[in-house]
């Protein structure tokens, strides 16, 4: 696509349950990585994949969170029992060589209730 | 996290104004990104920076990379209303085993039109 998207835009879930957050990166792009954005800073590395192998996950929290990648295009980040510390809004980025910038979605904003 | 120090965290300016905002980092990067981010939005990409010493220029924006690669600076010229938001600077290592993004805390414009 054009650019890089996210679905859904926003969830609200009851703390405990499981959420999914999809990101759809730009077409071709090798790279994929996610952050998490907390009100007044700067995005956080989760984790991030060349094609469908995850290179880094150093940045997940604990082992409640996980992503996957299979086909080395669209990438879910899965948060299992989730709790209210959870919530904040999770981005998504896309880059490939030569330059390697990246190019963020808009994010999912999620609320744990 | 790990994040950069950038500063100033806000600044208010009359348009016509220049701007200047700067970020350190204690280790070294070897590229330098800098963002910006409106309200409701994903960060998105404004200048990039490859080699210590660079200087680059996207318009009324100019940012230069630092000699010691430890720090970046940001200039905007003349500064109009639609400048307003959330400028971050990111530091980034490609080719080494980490491929994310350090993100600074931002720094939040506001211009009196």
């Avoid at chain 1, 989760?46 to 150093?58: G, I, M, P, V």
């Avoid at chain 2, 701007?19 to 800098?34: A, D, G």
Wanted: net charge neutral; charged share 20%.
């Amino acid at each position: 696509g054009a650019g890089v998207s996210q679905s859904p835009r926003y969830k609200v879930t009851k703390r405990g349950q499981d959420v999914a957050l999809r990101c759809d990166p730009i077409s071709g792009h090798v790279s994929l990585y996610w952050y998490r954005q907390a009100l007044g800073q700067g995005p956080e590395f989760l984790t991030y994949f060349n094609y469908e192998a995850q290179q880094d996950k150093s940045g997940l929290p604990n082992d409640r969170f996980s992503a996957e990648r299979p086909e080395g295009s669209i990438s879910t980040l899965t948060i299992q029992r989730t709790e209210q510390r959870d919530s904040a809004m999770y981005r998504c980025a896309s880059s490939s060589p030569p330059n390697n910038e990246q190019f963020f979605g808009p994010g999912t904003r999620l609320t744990v209730l | 996290g790990q994040q950069l120090n950038q500063s100033p965290q806000s600044m208010f300016i009359q348009e016509g104004e220049d701007v200047s905002m700067n970020c350190t980092s204690s280790s070294i990067f070897n590229t330098w990104l800098w963002y910006k981010q409106d309200p409701g939005e994903g960060p998105v990409l404004l200048i990039a920076l490859y080699k210590a010493g660079e200087l680059t220029s996207n318009g009324r924006l100019t940012a230069q990379f630092g000699i010691t690669r430890k720090d970046s600076f940001l200039n905007i010229s003349a500064s109009i209303p639609s400048d307003v938001g959330i400028y971050f600077c990111a530091g980034f290592n490609y080719g080494g085993s980490q491929g994310n993004l350090i993100f600074g805390k931002g720094t939040k414009l506001s211009v009196k039109p």
